[in-house]
């Protein structure tokens, strides 16, 4: 499937952002979706990822700040950030049929989220 992602923006420290990725095809049948980011200089890391069944997982630094879903009808996963740091500054990409811990190969294009301080 393609993937676009959109929602990505500049907002301050302590706000939230919503990021939304629409699937091409229908992603009833795909296991895992996921987001990840590449953070300036750095590689690109998984964020959080989400399994048919629901179950989910994200990176240490973003637990109890960040929701993963996914709308199996309106073949779509969002990624709901709250209490945002600069350190979240990222171009963040959705991904699709991979596992909990890595990625599949399809990806969205890259939404950039910018956090000022």
């Known amino acids: 499937v393609q993937l676009q992602a959109s929602g990505g923006g500049l907002v301050q420290a302590g706000g939230s952002l919503t990021l939304s990725c629409t699937a091409s095809?229908?992603?009833?049948?795909?296991?895992?979706l996921a987001w990840y980011r590449q953070r300036p200089g750095k590689e690109r890391e998984l964020v959080a990822s989400?399994?048919?069944?629901?179950?989910?997982h994200y990176t240490d630094s973003v637990k109890g700040r960040f929701t993963i879903s996914r709308d199996n009808a309106k073949n779509s996963v969002s990624l709901q950030m709250n209490s945002l740091k600069p350190e979240d500054t990222a171009i963040y990409y959705c991904?699709?049929?991979?596992?909990?811990?890595?990625?599949?190969?399809?990806w969205g294009q890259g939404t950039l989220v910018t956090v000022s301080s």
């Open positions: 991904n699709a049929g991979g596992s909990t811990f890595n990625p599949g190969r399809s």
């Open positions: 095809g229908s992603i009833f049948k795909i296991n895992a």
């Open positions: 989400i399994l048919k069944v629901g179950f989910t």
